[in-house]
């Protein structure tokens, strides 16, 4: 003859077995609810670089043209005023390290108004200008560091 379970011995069971399953589902949420919230960091730095890319290469336009042509003070501090937000946007976006931020930052501001940008200095430069093909590299390598500090921290 079979042994009868004590009253409570069912009870328990099932208690336990809830249990398990409320700390299953409690696990799950937790673990999706912090993908998605990953996945939604990484869309939304996504969108900034993209920004962020149309505003370099804005402000590469707009400094090879100030270097072209005869100097417009409005215009410098305009690039100016641009690079200090751009530098802001970049920290901000948390793919670079401290000491690789400060370097691009740096790079990019000397590369357009070390040489050339001051009113008494001012002269059209050509095509050709040195001044200019750095700026080009400048904003080129600041575009890879930033798309390979993405890809670092998202992937």
């Given at each position: 003859?079979?042994?009868?379970?004590?009253?409570?011995?069912?009870?328990?069971?099932?208690?336990?077995?809830?249990?398990i399953?409320?700390?299953?589902?409690?696990?799950?949420?937790?673990?999706?609810?912090?993908?998605?919230?990953?996945?939604?960091?990484?869309?939304?730095?996504?969108?900034?670089?993209?920004?962020?890319?149309e505003?370099?290469?804005?402000?590469?336009q707009t400094a090879?043209?100030?270097?072209?042509?005869?100097?417009?003070?409005?215009?410098?501090?305009?690039?100016?005023?641009?690079?200090?937000?751009?530098?802001?946007?970049i920290?901000?976006?948390?793919?670079?390290?401290?000491?690789d931020?400060?370097?691009?930052?740096?790079?990019?501001?000397?590369?357009?108004?070390?040489?050339?940008?001051?009113?008494?200095?001012?002269?059209?430069?050509?095509?050709?200008?040195?001044?200019?093909?750095?700026?080009?590299?400048?904003?080129?390598?600041?575009?890879?560091?930033?798309?390979y500090?993405?890809?670092?921290?998202?992937?």
């Amino acid at each position: 003859m079979a042994e009868q379970q004590p009253w409570w011995y069912i009870p328990v069971i099932n208690g336990i077995f809830q249990t398990i399953t409320w700390l299953t589902v409690i696990c799950g949420w937790f673990i999706v609810n912090r993908q998605n919230n990953h996945r939604e960091l990484r869309k939304e730095t996504r969108s900034t670089i993209e920004e962020l890319k149309e505003r370099l290469e804005k402000l590469e336009q707009t400094a090879i043209t100030f270097h072209c042509s005869e100097f417009d003070s409005s215009k410098s501090k305009d690039i100016v005023r641009e690079i200090q937000r751009l530098s802001q946007i970049i920290s901000r976006l948390k793919v670079l390290s401290d000491e690789d931020l400060g370097e691009a930052t740096k790079s990019l501001r000397r590369s357009i108004t070390l040489k050339n940008f001051d009113k008494s200095s001012h002269k059209c430069l050509s095509e050709d200008s040195p001044v200019l093909d750095r700026i080009y590299r400048t904003i080129n390598e600041l575009i890879d560091d930033i798309e390979y500090g993405f890809s670092r921290r998202f992937h």
